[in-house]
Protein backbone atom coordinates (compact mmCIF):
# COMPACT_ATOMS: atom_id res chain seq x y z
CA UNK A 1 0.00 0.00 0.00
CA UNK A 2 2.90 2.27 1.14
CA UNK A 3 4.51 1.68 -2.29
CA UNK A 4 1.48 2.19 -4.04
CA UNK A 5 1.10 5.56 -2.63
CA UNK A 6 4.53 6.50 -3.23
CA UNK A 7 4.54 5.45 -6.64
CA UNK A 8 1.52 7.94 -7.63
CA UNK A 9 3.48 10.48 -5.59
CA UNK A 10 6.52 10.50 -7.74
CA UNK A 11 4.61 10.49 -10.91
CA UNK A 12 2.47 13.40 -9.56
CA UNK A 13 5.57 15.27 -8.96
CA UNK A 14 7.27 14.34 -12.29
CA UNK A 15 3.79 15.25 -14.21
CA UNK A 16 4.09 18.57 -12.03
CA UNK A 17 8.03 19.04 -13.10
CA UNK A 18 7.17 18.58 -16.61
CA UNK A 19 3.66 20.53 -16.83
CA UNK A 20 6.22 23.85 -15.19
CA UNK A 21 9.21 23.33 -17.32
CA UNK A 22 7.00 22.90 -20.62
CA UNK A 23 5.66 26.12 -19.61
CA UNK A 24 8.98 27.48 -18.92
CA UNK A 25 10.23 26.41 -22.30
CA UNK A 26 7.31 28.37 -24.02
CA UNK A 27 7.93 31.70 -22.38
CA UNK A 28 11.83 31.55 -22.98
CA UNK A 29 10.40 30.83 -26.36
CA UNK A 30 8.69 33.76 -26.16
CA UNK A 31 11.18 36.53 -25.63
CA UNK A 32 12.85 35.02 -28.48
CA UNK A 33 10.27 36.11 -30.32
CA UNK A 34 9.56 39.52 -28.58
CA UNK A 35 13.57 40.46 -29.52
CA UNK A 36 12.45 40.11 -33.18
CA UNK A 37 10.71 42.88 -33.04
CA UNK A 38 13.08 45.33 -30.73
CA UNK A 39 13.32 47.72 -33.30
CA UNK A 40 9.89 48.73 -32.87
CA UNK A 41 8.19 47.78 -29.67
CA UNK A 42 8.74 44.52 -28.27
CA UNK A 43 4.91 44.02 -29.38
CA UNK A 44 4.02 40.43 -31.12
CA UNK A 45 1.55 40.64 -34.10
CA UNK A 46 -0.53 37.99 -34.34
CA UNK A 47 -0.77 36.58 -37.88
CA UNK A 48 -3.30 34.94 -40.36
CA UNK A 49 -5.27 33.81 -36.80
CA UNK A 50 -2.36 31.69 -35.92
CA UNK A 51 -2.19 31.61 -31.87
CA UNK A 52 -0.28 28.55 -31.26
CA UNK A 53 2.55 30.33 -29.37
CA UNK A 54 0.23 30.83 -26.75
CA UNK A 55 -1.63 27.31 -26.39
CA UNK A 56 -0.55 25.14 -23.61
CA UNK A 57 0.23 25.88 -20.07
CA UNK A 58 1.34 29.35 -19.38
CA UNK A 59 3.53 30.41 -16.16
CA UNK A 60 3.08 34.11 -17.54
CA UNK A 61 0.81 37.13 -18.05
CA UNK A 62 -0.44 38.20 -21.67
CA UNK A 63 -1.26 41.93 -22.77
CA UNK A 64 -3.78 41.21 -25.55
CA UNK A 65 -4.50 44.43 -27.94
CA UNK A 66 -7.49 44.18 -29.92
CA UNK A 67 -7.48 46.59 -32.75
CA UNK A 68 -7.68 47.90 -36.21
CA UNK A 69 -5.20 49.63 -38.43
CA UNK A 70 -6.96 49.33 -41.15
CA UNK A 71 -9.01 53.48 -42.10
CA UNK A 72 -12.03 51.45 -43.32
CA UNK A 73 -12.75 50.64 -39.84
CA UNK A 74 -12.71 54.16 -38.66
CA UNK A 75 -11.30 53.66 -35.59
CA UNK A 76 -9.71 56.74 -34.19
CA UNK A 77 -8.59 55.50 -30.81
CA UNK A 78 -7.08 52.68 -32.42
CA UNK A 79 -4.15 54.61 -33.27
CA UNK A 80 -3.84 56.74 -30.17
CA UNK A 81 -4.33 53.33 -28.33
CA UNK A 82 -1.17 52.22 -30.09
CA UNK A 83 0.93 54.40 -29.15
CA UNK A 84 -0.11 54.15 -25.03
CA UNK A 85 0.54 50.09 -25.88
CA UNK A 86 4.17 51.05 -27.22
CA UNK A 87 5.17 53.27 -24.70
CA UNK A 88 4.14 50.88 -22.14
CA UNK A 89 5.52 48.23 -24.09
CA UNK A 90 9.08 49.54 -24.63
CA UNK A 91 9.37 50.46 -20.82
CA UNK A 92 8.07 47.16 -19.45
CA UNK A 93 11.50 45.34 -21.61
CA UNK A 94 13.98 47.57 -21.32
CA UNK A 95 13.74 46.37 -17.48
CA UNK A 96 12.14 42.85 -17.67
CA UNK A 97 12.95 41.53 -20.88
CA UNK A 98 14.41 38.51 -19.39
CA UNK A 99 12.12 37.69 -17.01
CA UNK A 100 9.64 36.21 -18.99
CA UNK A 101 7.10 37.57 -16.92
CA UNK A 102 4.74 39.31 -19.57
CA UNK A 103 4.23 39.58 -23.43
CA UNK A 104 2.22 41.99 -25.65
CA UNK A 105 0.41 40.50 -28.27
CA UNK A 106 -1.49 42.64 -30.69
CA UNK A 107 -4.20 41.38 -33.13
CA UNK A 108 -4.51 43.42 -35.82
CA UNK A 109 -8.10 43.15 -38.44
CA UNK A 110 -5.99 44.50 -40.76
CA UNK A 111 -5.33 41.09 -41.23
CA UNK A 112 -8.69 39.62 -42.78
CA UNK A 113 -6.99 36.11 -41.05
CA UNK A 114 -7.57 37.52 -37.62
CA UNK A 115 -11.45 38.35 -38.46
CA UNK A 116 -12.40 34.73 -36.94
CA UNK A 117 -10.38 35.59 -33.75
CA UNK A 118 -12.61 38.06 -33.13
CA UNK A 119 -15.96 36.39 -34.42
CA UNK A 120 -15.00 33.40 -32.02
CA UNK A 121 -14.98 36.42 -28.98
CA UNK A 122 -18.57 37.94 -30.35
CA UNK A 123 -16.78 41.16 -30.22
CA UNK A 124 -18.65 44.07 -32.00
CA UNK A 125 -16.32 47.10 -30.96
CA UNK A 126 -12.93 47.53 -30.76
CA UNK A 127 -10.15 48.37 -29.34
CA UNK A 128 -9.87 45.98 -26.22
CA UNK A 129 -7.03 45.79 -23.96
CA UNK A 130 -6.54 42.23 -22.02
CA UNK A 131 -4.82 41.22 -19.39
CA UNK A 132 -4.82 37.48 -19.02
CA UNK A 133 -2.71 35.56 -15.87
CA UNK A 134 -1.04 32.80 -16.08
CA UNK A 135 -2.91 29.35 -16.39
CA UNK A 136 -1.07 26.35 -15.38
CA UNK A 137 -4.38 24.51 -15.39
CA UNK A 138 -4.55 23.74 -18.95
CA UNK A 139 -4.23 19.86 -19.94
CA UNK A 140 -3.23 19.31 -23.53
CA UNK A 141 -4.73 16.84 -25.57
CA UNK A 142 -5.59 15.72 -29.05
CA UNK A 143 -7.94 18.50 -29.74
CA UNK A 144 -6.34 22.06 -28.67
CA UNK A 145 -8.54 24.88 -28.50
CA UNK A 146 -6.64 27.49 -30.78
CA UNK A 147 -8.72 30.31 -28.97
CA UNK A 148 -7.95 29.26 -24.85
CA UNK A 149 -5.80 31.84 -23.87
CA UNK A 150 -8.64 34.54 -25.49
CA UNK A 151 -11.29 32.47 -23.15
CA UNK A 152 -9.54 32.39 -20.20
CA UNK A 153 -10.73 35.29 -17.26
CA UNK A 154 -8.79 38.46 -17.84
CA UNK A 155 -8.57 41.87 -16.65
CA UNK A 156 -10.14 44.56 -18.96
CA UNK A 157 -7.95 47.96 -18.95
CA UNK A 158 -10.68 50.88 -20.29
CA UNK A 159 -8.52 53.42 -21.70
CA UNK A 160 -9.52 56.99 -19.52
CA UNK A 161 -10.31 60.51 -21.60
CA UNK A 162 -7.28 62.03 -20.40
CA UNK A 163 -4.34 63.68 -21.78
CA UNK A 164 -1.43 61.23 -23.84
CA UNK A 165 0.85 60.84 -20.46
CA UNK A 166 -1.82 60.31 -18.17
CA UNK A 167 -3.40 57.44 -20.31
CA UNK A 168 0.62 56.03 -20.61
CA UNK A 169 0.47 56.38 -16.72
CA UNK A 170 -2.88 54.97 -16.48
CA UNK A 171 -2.19 51.91 -18.12
CA UNK A 172 1.41 51.48 -16.74
CA UNK A 173 -0.64 51.79 -13.06
CA UNK A 174 -2.99 48.71 -14.20
CA UNK A 175 -0.65 46.55 -15.57
CA UNK A 176 1.94 47.38 -12.52
CA UNK A 177 -1.05 46.44 -10.04
CA UNK A 178 -1.34 43.46 -11.93
CA UNK A 179 2.08 42.15 -11.98
CA UNK A 180 3.14 43.57 -8.68
CA UNK A 181 6.40 45.25 -11.13
CA UNK A 182 6.90 48.68 -11.04
CA UNK A 183 7.16 50.14 -14.88
CA UNK A 184 9.39 52.76 -14.96
CA UNK A 185 8.06 54.99 -18.08
CA UNK A 186 10.85 56.09 -20.08
CA UNK A 187 11.00 59.69 -21.45
CA UNK A 188 10.94 60.38 -25.36
CA UNK A 189 14.20 62.02 -25.74
CA UNK A 190 15.85 62.01 -22.11
CA UNK A 191 19.01 64.04 -23.79
CA UNK A 192 17.23 66.57 -25.00
CA UNK A 193 15.47 67.20 -22.33
CA UNK A 194 18.38 67.65 -20.18
CA UNK A 195 20.37 69.72 -22.69
CA UNK A 196 16.77 72.22 -22.85
CA UNK A 197 16.74 71.92 -19.03
CA UNK A 198 20.57 72.74 -18.73
CA UNK A 199 19.95 75.35 -21.44
CA UNK A 200 17.12 77.40 -19.20
CA UNK A 201 18.77 77.54 -16.39
CA UNK A 202 22.00 78.80 -17.76
CA UNK A 203 19.85 81.27 -19.13
CA UNK A 204 18.00 82.13 -15.77
CA UNK A 205 21.26 82.64 -14.12
CA UNK A 206 23.16 85.03 -16.63
CA UNK A 207 19.71 86.75 -16.45
CA UNK A 208 19.77 86.81 -12.61
CA UNK A 209 23.60 87.67 -12.58
CA UNK A 210 23.37 90.86 -15.12
CA UNK A 211 20.07 91.99 -15.14
CA UNK A 212 19.25 91.12 -11.43
CA UNK A 213 19.10 93.63 -8.47
CA UNK A 214 22.38 94.35 -6.77
CA UNK A 215 21.73 92.26 -3.38
CA UNK A 216 21.26 89.61 -5.64
CA UNK A 217 24.81 90.22 -8.26
CA UNK A 218 26.58 90.98 -5.24
CA UNK A 219 26.08 87.84 -3.55
CA UNK A 220 29.46 85.04 -3.51
CA UNK A 221 29.44 82.56 -6.19
CA UNK A 222 30.43 79.91 -2.84
CA UNK A 223 27.29 80.97 -1.48
CA UNK A 224 24.92 80.74 -5.05
CA UNK A 225 26.78 77.13 -5.43
CA UNK A 226 25.77 76.25 -1.41
CA UNK A 227 22.13 76.72 -2.22
CA UNK A 228 21.60 75.42 -5.23
CA UNK A 229 23.35 71.91 -3.94
CA UNK A 230 21.03 72.30 -1.16
CA UNK A 231 18.06 72.62 -3.69
CA UNK A 232 18.87 69.85 -5.34
CA UNK A 233 19.26 67.77 -2.38
CA UNK A 234 16.14 68.57 -1.19
CA UNK A 235 13.90 68.11 -4.60
CA UNK A 236 16.32 64.57 -5.60
CA UNK A 237 15.17 63.01 -1.96
CA UNK A 238 11.58 64.27 -2.20
CA UNK A 239 11.56 62.28 -5.26
CA UNK A 240 11.96 64.86 -8.11
CA UNK A 241 13.46 62.59 -10.36
CA UNK A 242 11.33 59.47 -10.32
CA UNK A 243 8.22 62.26 -10.91
CA UNK A 244 9.86 62.90 -13.94
CA UNK A 245 11.01 60.01 -15.39
CA UNK A 246 7.61 58.36 -14.83
CA UNK A 247 5.57 61.34 -15.83
CA UNK A 248 3.09 61.28 -12.86
CA UNK A 249 0.51 64.26 -12.65
CA UNK A 250 0.67 66.84 -10.38
CA UNK A 251 -2.33 66.58 -8.45
CA UNK A 252 -4.88 63.69 -8.82
CA UNK A 253 -8.53 62.97 -9.05
CA UNK A 254 -9.97 59.99 -7.71
CA UNK A 255 -13.54 58.23 -8.61
CA UNK A 256 -15.83 60.87 -6.97
CA UNK A 257 -14.14 63.83 -8.91
CA UNK A 258 -12.06 64.55 -5.46
CA UNK A 259 -8.81 65.91 -5.19
CA UNK A 260 -6.08 63.42 -4.15
CA UNK A 261 -2.74 65.01 -2.64
CA UNK A 262 -1.20 62.24 -1.07
CA UNK A 263 -1.18 58.80 -2.71
CA UNK A 264 -1.03 55.43 -1.25
CA UNK A 265 0.83 52.41 -2.14
CA UNK A 266 4.81 52.52 -1.21
CA UNK A 267 5.50 52.74 -5.10
CA UNK A 268 3.82 55.74 -6.50
CA UNK A 269 3.52 59.68 -5.53
CA UNK A 270 2.50 62.48 -7.51
CA UNK A 271 4.37 65.74 -8.21
CA UNK A 272 2.92 68.05 -5.71
CA UNK A 273 3.96 65.93 -2.94
CA UNK A 274 7.56 66.33 -3.69
CA UNK A 275 6.55 70.05 -2.87
CA UNK A 276 4.85 69.27 0.50
CA UNK A 277 7.90 66.79 1.20
CA UNK A 278 10.20 69.43 0.42
CA UNK A 279 8.98 72.34 2.04
CA UNK A 280 8.52 69.85 5.02
CA UNK A 281 12.52 69.51 5.49
CA UNK A 282 12.64 72.80 5.18
CA UNK A 283 10.89 73.84 7.74
CA UNK A 284 12.16 71.25 9.47
CA UNK A 285 16.07 72.12 8.83
CA UNK A 286 15.01 75.91 9.64
CA UNK A 287 13.38 74.93 13.14
CA UNK A 288 16.25 72.95 14.11
CA UNK A 289 18.58 75.36 13.15
CA UNK A 290 17.10 78.73 14.81
CA UNK A 291 16.61 76.29 17.83
CA UNK A 292 20.24 76.02 18.13
CA UNK A 293 21.12 79.77 17.78
CA UNK A 294 18.10 80.75 20.52
CA UNK A 295 20.07 77.77 22.45
CA UNK A 296 23.55 79.79 22.13
CA UNK A 297 21.58 83.26 22.36
CA UNK A 298 23.18 85.70 25.10
CA UNK A 299 20.41 88.04 26.16
CA UNK A 300 21.97 92.00 26.76
CA UNK A 301 20.24 95.43 27.09
CA UNK A 302 21.23 95.67 23.46
CA UNK A 303 19.92 92.38 22.04
CA UNK A 304 16.37 91.94 19.92
CA UNK A 305 15.32 89.32 22.71
CA UNK A 306 15.81 91.47 26.10
CA UNK A 307 14.19 88.76 28.58
CA UNK A 308 14.51 85.18 29.48
CA UNK A 309 10.43 84.89 28.86
CA UNK A 310 10.68 85.87 25.40
CA UNK A 311 13.55 83.45 24.78
CA UNK A 312 11.89 80.73 26.44
CA UNK A 313 8.34 81.22 24.73
CA UNK A 314 10.23 81.10 21.38
CA UNK A 315 12.28 77.72 21.96
CA UNK A 316 8.90 76.11 22.98
CA UNK A 317 7.00 77.46 20.42
CA UNK A 318 9.67 75.66 17.89
CA UNK A 319 9.99 72.58 19.63
CA UNK A 320 6.36 72.52 18.88
CA UNK A 321 6.87 72.96 15.29
CA UNK A 322 9.08 70.59 15.57
CA UNK A 323 6.95 68.16 16.48
CA UNK A 324 4.02 69.09 14.18
CA UNK A 325 6.32 69.04 11.24
CA UNK A 326 7.75 65.77 12.15
CA UNK A 327 4.40 64.46 12.88
CA UNK A 328 3.03 65.93 9.15
CA UNK A 329 6.29 64.29 7.53
CA UNK A 330 5.36 60.97 9.13
CA UNK A 331 1.78 61.28 8.52
CA UNK A 332 2.36 60.97 5.08
CA UNK A 333 4.75 57.93 5.21
CA UNK A 334 1.37 56.49 7.18
CA UNK A 335 -0.75 56.97 3.82
CA UNK A 336 2.00 54.96 2.14
CA UNK A 337 2.75 52.12 4.89
CA UNK A 338 0.62 51.80 7.87
CA UNK A 339 2.45 49.35 9.48
CA UNK A 340 5.65 52.72 10.03
CA UNK A 341 6.19 52.27 13.04
CA UNK A 342 8.25 55.88 14.14
CA UNK A 343 5.40 57.97 13.33
CA UNK A 344 4.03 60.75 16.47
CA UNK A 345 0.56 61.91 16.03
CA UNK A 346 -1.26 61.29 12.87
CA UNK A 347 -2.94 64.25 11.73
CA UNK A 348 -4.57 63.42 8.00
Known amino acids: MMHRRLVQLLITLISIIALVTSSHVQSVRLTEECIK?????????????DLSLFTGPRDYYTIAVLTSSDSRHGCDVCSDLDKIVSRVAQSWYTDYLHTNLLFFVKIDLVDAANVPIFEHLAIQTIPHIWLIPPNLNIVEGNEVNPFQILDDSHFIFKIPTASFDEQVMQFARFVSEGL?????????????????TFAVTLLV???IKRKGPNGVRTIPKSKVILFILIFLLIIFICGYQFTVQSGVPFIAKGKSEEIIIISGGRHYQFGIEVVLVGLNYVALASSLLVLIY????????ESVIDNEQ?????????????YVLYSSLTSIVLRKDHEYPYAFTKLF
Do not use: C, H, M, W
Open 310 to 322: LKFGLILFLNVGL
Open 205 to 207: ILI
Open 37 to 49: YEQGDYIIPIQNG
Open 294 to 301: LGQYNITS
Open 180 to 196: QKNILIRQDSPVATFAK
